[in-house]
Nanobody, 120 residues
Framework: VQLQASGGGLVQAGGSLNVSCAAV????????MTWYRRPPGKQRGLVAT???????AYAESVKGRFTIFRDNAKNSVTLLMDTLKPEDTGVYYC???????????????WGKGTQVTVSS
C-alpha cells in the first residue's frame, strides 16, 4: 500500500495548480487525508486536511485560496490551489491514516513529495 501523488509544477504568482494523491494497493479503509508542505529551508507544515466524511480544515495562510476534497470511492484526495504566492513554494506531501486489507491496525503513511514552485 502506498500513496501516489501527482500534479504540482511551476506557475507564476496568481496562478493555479492542483496536487492529487491516491492510496493504491490492497487498501481496506482510508481515514483522514492531509497535505503538508516543506518550503525551502524550512520545516514541513500542515496545509490542509479532510476527514473521511469530508470535513476540511486549512492552515491560516491558505484559507480562501486552497480547497481540499476527496473521493472515497477512489481513495484519493485533491488540493486545488488558487491565487498562488511565492511563499506557497515547496515540496507537497500527502499523508493518510489507512488500513490494509486483512490488517487490524491503522497505519500512518506518507507519499513521496511533489514540487510546487510559484515564481514572482
Amino acid at each position: 500500500v502506498q500513496l501516489q501523488a501527482s500534479g504540482g509544477g511551476l506557475v507564476q504568482a496568481g496562478g493555479s495548480l492542483n496536487v492529487s494523491c491516491a492510496a493504491v494497493g490492497s487498501v481496506l479503509a482510508v481515514n483522514t487525508m492531509t497535505w503538508y508542505r516543506r518550503p525551502p529551508g524550512k520545516q514541513r507544515g500542515l496545509v490542509a486536511t479532510i476527514t473521511h466524511d469530508g470535513q476540511p480544515a486549512y492552515a491560516e495562510s491558505v484559507k480562501g485560496r486552497f480547497t481540499i476534497f476527496r473521493d472515497n470511492a477512489k481513495n484519493s484526495v485533491t488540493l486545488l490551489m488558487d491565487t498562488l504566492k511565492p511563499e506557497d513554494t515547496g515540496v507537497y506531501y500527502c499523508n493518510s491514516n489507512l488500513r490494509r486489507s486483512g490488517g487490524s491496525v491503522w497505519e500512518n503513511v506518507w507519499g513521496k513529495g511533489t514540487q510546487v514552485t510559484v515564481s514572482s
